[in-house]
């Protein structure tokens, strides 16, 4: 009876998820659009989809397209296809951002992949988690064969996963896949340097170096041997040192500087296919040490360098010099070690900033673990003091603190013993830089009560102006430092 009125057999069968019956509905005229909107119907079995999909004239809405993904997903490649056929875009994304694609491979349907990809499927797009297709074919069962189809396909070659390259992961956990993935050229080793990935494994990174023809680049051999010199991996660093060779020596300075154990210096030191070692590049390696001094490990470091012929007293490439900066960093072990050295005490950067200026400046500052010794300061209290704000008052109400308490942050962002260090080694008091400011104004800046105190013992001149035409004075107390002014009337 239900032939003879379709508008009533229609919606009937759709109420009783009936497919039978929708598709007698439809065959007997009932008009598609009485069914709605499908994707209205998440919880339908998806035979029940399939029979109002085969409809010629179904138009879709676009709230229906995110059930191509499902259809994928659930291997139901007709229910797909009809999808396709009524006009819903091959790259849909679904559940998560999802594409039809994504959902193929990672259910490992090699002929439904390949099947979307020649209807237009983008290969490279990645979910809403940063992940792609050729991630999915390789994790967590790995799919070589699929990962190949892919790249054969247009996929680009950088498995993501998470937003980060799984090639990573896969030369951690699964060495000879990932060998495996390199010789097949499936993933891109210029992009994804997995031989950076390599240096914590000599074996695999042996492996890997083996490959003939190789299919790394210098650069990427170099950014990889850059890596195992900061872990300190002297056994992975010659490896990489014999396959680049003298394609080195243009990154030496950047190597010595980031060496980060007693057997990879000596390594670099000693290697002939980085000599003769330039003296910029050995103050780069001087100038590694400026940030902290601590430990016997980086002491005899210090020792080979300076015995390889480092000198101190020359700048490096780009005009710092290792006093400076050690003075800058507040550290004061190494400041010791240089002026016992006889390292020149008035030497200017190109920035014509001294040793003593740098140490005087709380601007300079980056090393945060200092303000780790107030319980109230915070990383965003840190940011302004660093910047140099000049108003404590003004700092002061942005920090919820008095200025005195504003006070004490400077200070202990100063090491007055460092300014002290360098007076006694015969560091100019009364030198200015370019602005015309001396150490006295600028710790006159920053409310250095120690600081000052050291300067006007060494007789710091406390009438100098700068090219603002202020002293001092006139800086302390537009800095409301009153602790400073007091001593400087």
């Not at 404590?392 to 942050?409: F, K, M, N």
């Amino acid at each position: 009876m239900l032939k003879h009125f379709p508008k009533l057999a229609l919606p009937l069968a759709l109420r009783q998820n009936d497919a039978k019956g929708i598709l007698i509905a439809l065959k007997s005229g009932a008009d598609p659009a009485l069914a709605g909107s499908i994707s209205a119907y998440p919880s339908r079995p998806l035979d029940v989809l399939h029979a109002i999909l085969s409809a010629p004239n179904l138009k879709l809405k676009e709230r229906d397209f995110e059930l191509l993904e499902y259809a994928s997903r659930e291997r139901r490649t007709d229910v797909a296809v009809q999808l396709l056929d009524h006009g819903a875009p091959v790259d849909a994304p679904g559940s998560g951002g999802r594409t039809a694609l994504m959902s193929a491979v990672a259910n490992g349907d090699e002929a439904f992949a390949k099947m979307l990809a020649a209807r237009g499927a983008d290969p490279n797009r990645v979910d809403q988690w940063g992940t792609n297709a050729l991630a999915l074919a390789l994790e967590p069962t790995a799919r070589p064969e699929l990962a190949a189809t892919l790249v054969a396909l247009g996929a680009d070659g950088r498995p993501m996963s998470s937003g980060r390259p799984t090639i990573y992961t896969l030369a951690a956990q699964q060495p000879a896949l990932a060998i495996e993935l390199v010789r097949r050229k499936i993933v891109r080793v210029d992009q994804d340097n997995i031989l950076a990935a390599a240096v914590t494994q000599p074996k695999l990174l042996t492996d890997l170096l083996n490959i003939q023809p190789s299919p790394f680049s210098s650069e990427s051999k170099l950014e990889a041997l850059k890596n195992a010199c900061g872990q300190g991996r002297a056994d992975t660093t010659q490896r990489l040192l014999d396959h680049v060779g003298t394609a080195a020596h243009s990154m030496v300075g950047t190597l010595l500087r980031s060496a980060g154990s007693l057997e990879v210096m000596k390594l670099l030191l000693e290697a002939k296919s980085l000599q003769p070692i330039a003296p910029t590049d050995l103050v780069e390696g001087l100038l590694g040490f400026s940030g902290i001094l601590s430990s016997k490990t980086s002491i005899e470091s210090l020792r080979l360098l300076l015995a390889a012929g480092a000198n101190p007293n020359h700048p490096s490439t780009d005009g710092r010099y290792v006093l400076i900066e050690a003075a800058r960093n507040r550290n004061s072990e190494y400041v010791d070690l240089l002026l016992a050295m006889k390292v020149d005490p008035n030497v200017r950067d190109r920035a014509d900033v001294s040793a003593l200026m740098a140490a005087a400046d709380v601007g300079f500052h980056e090393d945060p673990s200092i303000l780790q010794r107030t319980a109230m300061l915070s990383r965003q209290a840190y940011s302004l003091a660093s910047m140099g704000s000049e108003s404590t008052q003004t700092t002061g109400r942005v920090l919820g603190a008095s200025p005195e308490v504003i006070d004490s942050i400077f200070a202990l962002l100063i090491e007055p013993e460092t300014v002290g260090r360098l007076l006694n080694a015969g560091a100019d008091p009364n030198a200015a830089g370019k602005d015309g400011w001396t150490p006295l104004m600028r710790t006159a800046a920053v409310g250095c009560v120690a600081c000052a105190e050291a300067l006007l013992r060494h007789s710091a001149d406390r009438g100098l102006k700068n090219a603002q035409g202020e002293t001092a004075l006139d800086i302390a107390r537009r800095t409301r430092h009153p602790k400073v002014a007091e001593l400087l009337r």
